[in-house]
């Protein structure tokens, strides 16, 4: 069973930069592909970012790559997302996710209860 706190969402203006984190309860975090996912008002949860327990490669949707980081520190079981350049278009509420597999655009067995980040124009 793993826990999953998210923290960092607020209000930035759009081109500001956030860096949320998420905290995992555990002894396997290491072990875990973690993710970030968000939902915006009537839309539904779309794959933003993920980490595989490998670190070789990280994933990203087209509409956030080169602008978000994703990063994780396994010696304080916690995962990143840097979000640098953003836009309107990124007001959402932020999940973390984790999983005991390798896919890494779905399928996740736990989530955090999520953070609201908000960009205005």
């Known amino acids: 069973q793993v826990q999953l706190v998210e923290s960092g969402g607020g209000l930035v203006q759009a081109g500001g930069s956030l860096r949320l984190s998420c905290a995992a309860s555990?002894?396997?975090?290491?072990?875990?592909?973690m993710a970030w996912f968000r939902q915006a008002p009537g839309k539904e949860r779309e794959f933003v970012a993920a980490?595989?327990?490998?670190?070789?490669?990280?994933f990203y949707a087209d509409s956030v790559k080169g602008r978000f980081t994703i990063s994780r520190d396994n010696a304080k079981n916690t995962v990143y997302l840097q979000m640098n350049s953003l836009k309107p278009e990124d007001t959402a509420i932020y999940y973390c996710a984790a999983k005991d597999g390798a896919y890494v655009y779905s399928n996740y067995d736990y989530w955090g209860q999520g953070t609201q980040v908000t960009v205005s124009s």
């Open positions: 980490i595989p327990r490998s670190v070789v490669k990280t």
């Open positions: 555990g002894r396997t975090f290491s072990s875990y592909t």
